[in-house]
C-alpha cells in the first residue's frame, strides 16, 4: 500500500472515529428553542431600535405569536435600559486612538399581564474590542456596524434561550 492510501484511510478512520465518539458523548446540534408559551408582547424597546427589529424578526420565524396588547400576551419582555456606547481603550502617546470597546446593555425583565413576575431585572452585557486605524478609517466604521450586528444578533439569541427557560405559573 503506498502512503497516499494509508494517510487517506487513517483520515477516514479517524473521523468516523470522531463522528462515534461525539454521537456516543450526547453531543447535538443546537436547535430552535421551544417555548412552553404561546404568545409574546414587547414592551420599553426604543422606537425602531435595531435590537427590538431583530428580536421581532425571530420572533415571527419562531412557534411565538408576538402581540402589540401586552394585556393579551402571555409573557410580557420588558425593557428597562438599552445602550449602545463605545469607548476608546487605548491611544498613541500623541493621543490618537488605537484600540475601542464597543457594548451594547441590556436591561430587562419577564412577566405576565397580570404582573407576576417570571424573571427579576435581569442585565445582559456583550463587549467586542476593535483596533482603529485614521488611515483606514472607512474600512474601520464598516467594521464597527458588523460588530454592533454581530453583538445584536448574539444578545437576541441570548434573549430567546431565556424566554424557552420561561415556564408560566400553573
Avoid at 404561546?38 to 402581540?67: C, D, M, N, W, Y
Wanted: charge should be positive; glycine fraction near 6%; hydrophobic fraction near 40%.
Amino acid at each position: 500500500m503506498n502512503r497516499r492510501h494509508l494517510l487517506k484511510a487513517c483520515a477516514v478512520g479517524a473521523a468516523g472515529g470522531t463522528a462515534a465518539l461525539l454521537s456516543g458523548c450526547g453531543f447535538e446540534l443546537r436547535k430552535e428553542p421551544e417555548y412552553h408559551f404561546k404568545t409574546l408582547a414587547l414592551k420599553g424597546f426604543i422606537p425602531h431600535s435595531p435590537l427590538s427589529q431583530e428580536l421581532t424578526r425571530q420572533v415571527q420565524r419562531s412557534t411565538l405569536k408576538l402581540l402589540e396588547d401586552a394585556n393579551r400576551a402571555d409573557v410580557i419582555l420588558e425593557v428597562e435600559r438599552e445602550v449602545r456606547d463605545k469607548t476608546s481603550v487605548a491611544t498613541t502617546t500623541a493621543g490618537q486612538i488605537t484600540e475601542w470597546q464597543l457594548r451594547l446593555q441590556l436591561d430587562y425583565s419577564l412577566r405576565t399581564a397580570g404582573g407576576e413576575v417570571l424573571l427579576a431585572r435581569t442585565e445582559l452585557r456583550l463587549t467586542r474590542d476593535m483596533n482603529y486605524s485614521e488611515s483606514a478609517a472607512l474600512a474601520k466604521e464598516q467594521e464597527e456596524a458588523s460588530l454592533q450586528k454581530a453583538m445584536q444578533v448574539e444578545a437576541v439569541g441570548l434573549l430567546l434561550r431565556r424566554l424557552a427557560a420561561v415556564r408560566l405559573p400553573a
